[in-house]
């Protein structure tokens, strides 16, 4: 089965970094588009940024262009999202997921908080 296993959030500074981790199986991840989205209370998950399947393109929403990376290592089957100059906005719980109708999975996020 499909996994998707978020990891490395928590309670930061404004202004701080946060590093997210995906680590997935149970799917061909070298082959398979990524993504992160988020999702703040009251509010739908929106998608914050893909990555292609070999890394070669990035896109980002708006709100964190600059500042968030995504990357992956597809050895470890793992997804990244490097976090910078977090903003109180930034607080919701973050989920990664294929690009793909076929891989309809969510994992249990992570949560991250930005406040003072």
Sequence with gaps: QV???????????????????CATSGFTFSNTDMSWYRQAPGKERELVARITSAGGSTTYADSVKGRFTISRDNAKATLYLQMNSLKSEDTARYYCKAVSPALLYWGQGTQVTVSS
């Design 3 to 21: 996994q998707l296993v978020e990891s490395g959030g928590g309670l930061v500074q404004p202004g701080g970094s946060l590093r997210l981790s």
